[in-house]
């Protein structure tokens, strides 16, 4: 089965002594390829150098995104940010974005947007994808997209409705489904059976977010090899064949991000 992770964070402290043996399994799994993103220009540059590690043993099989979380709004060194873009394994920019769940009051909305902008203006100099991070943030988010005319990019952990979904598909952005469909969430399964395969890409985020049955089981942390459990899950909602919607989530990442 052809499968993409197009989101994932083995750069993160949970795979420290790990992230190849991590990578090794889900490529045992049938995953095909993985993105490493970024939350910040520590995580960014290491998610870079884990990228060439991982690949010198297994081909070309992990790729980076590059940027600075909005939640992370006190770390910022995007000259760092600029400098790593222009590795040939970095494929997208971000995550970046706006995130109103952590700051329900919206003290950052300033910071978020200047750095969301930032992003923007790379991707589209680099002709790079945006990996868009929109937590709450609905119609700033599409602003801010809109007076940039649109850049090339990706919803990752989509949690709109169907409404959100078709105004950005109408755009012409993708759309990324998590583990978080596996949980029944009702809004979700109706964007999933309204809006075309093709526009759809699949990720696991992880460590986060670890789709159920798993998630019933046990404590374990989330990662790519885990990427099937959405698959299966889109298949079911949309009532097709899982290795159509394997193979199409994957043809639709490998023409995205160009890899």
């Keep these: 089965m052809d499968l993409i992770d197009t989101h994932c964070h ?5 795979f420290r002594d790990n992230y190849f043996d991590v990578a090794l399994r889900a490529k045992k799994s049938g995953v095909k390829k993985i993105i490493i993103v970024g939350a910040d220009s520590q995580t960014s540059e290491h998610a870079v150098k884990i990228c060439h590690e991982i690949n010198l043993k297994l081909g070309r099989f992990a790729f980076a995104a ?10 910022i060194d ?17 995550e970046t974005g706006f995130d109103f769940y952590h700051d329900k009051e919206k003290v950052t909305i300033n910071k978020q947007r200047e750095l969301f902008d930032l992003h923007i203006k790379l ?3 680099l002709s790079k994808p945006l990996i868009i991070h929109n937590r709450e943030a609905d119609d700033e988010v ?26 950005v598909i109408k755009s012409g952005y993708m759309i990324s489904f998590t583990g978080n469909i596996t949980y029944g969430n009702k809004k979700l399964k109706k964007v999933i059976q309204r809006i075309p395969l093709e526009k759809i890409m699949i990720e696991t985020d992880s460590p986060y977010i670890l789709p ?4 019933l089981q046990s404590d374990m942390d989330n990662e790519p090899a885990n990427v099937f459990y959405i698959a299966k899950k889109i298949a079911l909602i949309k009532d097709k064949d899982e290795n159509l919607v394997a193979k199409q989530t ?3 990442a490998c023409n995205f991000f160009n890899i």
């Design 142 to 167: 599409f602003k801010l997209l809109s007076e940039n005319d649109f850049p090339k990019g990706v919803f990752h952990c989509f949690s709109s409705d169907y409404s959100f979904a078709e105004t």
């Design 78 to 94: 995007f000259p760092q940010i600029e400098n790593l873009a222009d590795d040939p394994l970095v494929v997208a920019i971000g």
């Design 123 to 125: 991707s589209k100099k």
């Design 66 to 75: 590059v940027g600075i979380h909005p939640t992370h709004t006190d770390r």
């Design 10 to 14: 083995l750069n993160f402290a949970t």
């Design 212 to 215: 159920e049955p798993l998630r």
């Design 250 to 252: 994957a043809e639709n």
